[in-house]
């Protein structure tokens, strides 16, 4: 080793007594030129502070909750030497060759070099959906050298072959079915749809194909190496992959992990018997089942129910809380709710599946709960009972990564894991478990290794419902400003105020948006109608931008379109509206 030397916090801008909310770095561990050594967090960012050259960690001057400023000691560090340098290249090699037990559980891990598996990454990602290959793309084009492992020949996870993309193919489907019948009380009869399930499957296949053939595309044009297998990390700095052609190891300097979720699987129920299916064997469309019990009125239930429905199967919904769709408020899920009580044959909320039995004609259910139904026969049953995190399954103990009781990473607005050169994104981080919200970690996460000073600060994540009528929404709900006992001001808008609306037959929809009632900026908004799923984007531009019921009000929006409601909604609550009466001043 060289000489010691005193590392400090070096010039972070603006900041003043910053927090330390973690140390990433232990009295005896080695750390490379560039490893994080200490997360300092502001109200504005948090930052890690990087270790200026390479070498042993001999004594730390600070620990979390210390506030630090510019100057302030962080650790001192015994720099290695050039002939130390070489040493610690052999024992890299020796090291790996063995035990993976000096590793420390929290940073410190020094980056593999080339010679260590069968392959080198600068950035490995574990997992290609949405948010692995999201940020492999990003690191490629921040010029690292990137190697994507996914498991199944196709890119793009759950997302684009069994979630978001087929199910919205079958569900615009649907909506053209349900449309067209609509149509009968406006004097325009189609008849009776004739479904080709074959030709429909198809249909579906290759939109999916369409997708996830451009996404290998994508990976060649930007020389992301794919390789395909079910990989489990070795150490912290490797990964082992079992593919078809046998297992390869590869090394790496940074691993973003991007497993995603898999289906909850609840007690009781005949998952052998082939009518018993998930989401995924829903999306399958093997036949349209006369009668369908849908277990888990949320939103991936929900939306198979939608598809079927419309297919022509009759549709029973049970739903474990009080409510369809937790989560979200009760005044946006109602209009819906009144839709689909009508078509199907039941929903019972506050209601447990206690068992199901496989029978020659069909599948028998029991029931518990305050208003539960007697015992029924449905020909086939699907199971949409939640996801759960894939982090149990990554070998998390060999690179020491924390994985809590229900398979989620934990990490920070840097998507850093508590091993400093391992990120994680996605479903397997937490919840929101959706897309987009895995894309916007996945670039925080590729721009971090990068070397840019990025975090995942967004003010919403928005959730919709693809239902009929759809239902969105974004930031608080007005359930949780009312918990939190934040004053607000709401702006409610019927839709059946909306020329729009009318025009296409509907009247069941509506728009609210809650503002702070101290600032006037918008804190929450939600939806109820068609396209709700579009028109929430704008309440999320809104929220980042600060704006509040005048910005919006004031905004011009094209007529007649769904997207006044926002704007009408927002002069509800500054009392221009002149679409309706405007709401008596309190
Ligand atoms: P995933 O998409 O789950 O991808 C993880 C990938 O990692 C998979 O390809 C998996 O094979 C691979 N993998 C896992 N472990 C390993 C391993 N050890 N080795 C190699 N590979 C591994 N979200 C929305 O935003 N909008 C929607 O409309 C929507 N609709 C949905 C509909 C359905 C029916 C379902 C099931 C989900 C839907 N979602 C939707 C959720 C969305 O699909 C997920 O949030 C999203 O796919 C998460 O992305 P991810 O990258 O974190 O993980």
Redesign the pocket.
């Known amino acids: 080793m060289g000489k010691n030397i005193q590392v400090k916090i070096p010039d972070i801008g603006d900041f003043e007594g910053v927090e330390v909310i973690e140390v990433l770095v232990a009295p005896g561990d080695e750390v490379a030129a560039e490893t994080s050594l200490i997360t300092l967090e502001s109200d504005k960012a948090s930052m890690e502070i990087p270790s200026p050259q390479a070498g042993r960690v001999a004594s730390m001057d600070v620990k979390v909750g210390d506030k630090v400023s510019e100057g302030d000691a962080i650790l001192t560090l015994e720099a290695t030497s050039d002939e130390d340098k070489d040493k610690q290249g052999d024992k890299t090699r020796d090291e790996d060759g063995g035990a993976s037990s000096k590793e420390k559980p929290t940073g410190g891990s020094k980056p593999a070099t080339a010679g260590d598996g069968d392959i080198h990454a600068e950035v490995l990602v574990?997992?290609?959906?949405?948010?692995?290959y999201t940020a492999a793309f990003r690191a490629a084009d921040l010029g690292k050298q990137v190697v994507l492992?996914?498991?199944?020949p196709d890119l793009?996870?759950?997302?684009l072959?069994?979630?978001?993309i087929p199910?919205?193919a079958l569900l615009h489907t649907a909506g053209i079915i349900d449309a067209a019948a609509a149509m009968a009380s406006h004097g325009v009869s189609f008849g009776q749809p004739q479904i080709d399930l074959d030709r429909l499957r198809g249909w579906k296949d290759k939109v999916v194909g369409k997708l996830t053939g451009g996404l290998a595309q994508l990976a060649k044009q930007r020389k992301v190496k794919v390789v395909q297998?079910?990989?489990?990390f070795d150490s912290a700095n490797r990964l082992k992959?079992a593919g078809e052609d046998g297992e390869r190891t590869i090394s790496f300097d940074h691993a973003i992990v991007?497993?995603?979720?898999r289906v909850v699987q609840i007690p009781g129920i005949p998952y052998d018997d082939p009518r018993v299916i998930d989401?995924?064997g829903a999306?399958e469309l093997a036949d349209i089942p006369d009668s369908l019990l849908v277990i888990g009125g949320g939103i991936?239930g929900l939306?198979?129910a939608t598809v079927y429905a419309a297919l022509g199967s009759r549709i029973t919904v049970v739903e474990l809380t009080k409510g369809l769709m937790p989560g979200c408020d009760r005044d946006l899920v109602r209009p819906l709710q009144k839709v689909i009580g009508k078509r199907y044959e039941g929903i019972y909320t506050d209601t447990r599946v206690t068992g199901v039995e496989a029978q020659k004609k069909g599948l028998k259910v029991h029931f518990e709960g305050p208003k539960a139904p007697a015992t029924a026969t449905f020909d086939r049953v699907l199971v949409a009972a939640g996801?759960r995190p894939?982090g149990d399954?990554?070998g998390a103990e060999q690179a020491h990564l924390y994985v809590d009781e229900r398979g989620f990473i934990k990490v920070d607005r840097q998507m850093r894991t508590n091993v400093s050169n391992i990120f994680a994104?996605?479903?397997?981080v937490g919840q929101p478990?959706?897309?987009?919200?895995?894309t916007h970690e996945a670039k925080v996460a590729a721009e971090v290794i990068a070397g840019h000073r990025a975090v995942f600060d967004a003010r919403a994540v928005p959730s919709?419902a693809?239902t009929d009528p759809e239902v969105a929404w974004m930031g608080p709900t007005e359930e949780e400003l009312k918990a939190e006992g934040i004053e607000y001001d709401k702006g409610v808008f019927p839709w059946a105020a909306s020329g729009r609306s009318l025009g296409m037959g509907r009247d069941e929809g509506v728009t609210k948006i809650m503002f702070d009632k101290e600032s006037g900026r918008i804190l929450g908004a939600g939806m109820v109608g068609p396209h709700a799923g579009d028109l929430v984007a704008e309440a999320v531009l809104a929220l980042e931008m600060g704006a509040d019921a005048q910005d919006i009000g004031l905004t011009v929006h094209p007529h007649p379109t769904l997207s006044e409601t926002f704007a009408f909604a927002a002069e509800m609550v500054d009392g221009s509206i002149t679409d309706l009466l405007p709401p008596k001043k309190r």
């Open positions: 574990l997992g290609a959906g949405p948010g692995g492992v996914e498991r199944y793009g996870g759950v997302c072959n069994v979630g978001c199910s919205k297998g079910m990989g489990r992959v991007a497993v995603g979720s989401s995924t999306l991936i939306e198979m996801r894939n399954r990554v994104i996605g479903d397997v478990m959706l897309a987009h919200k895995a919709v693809y």
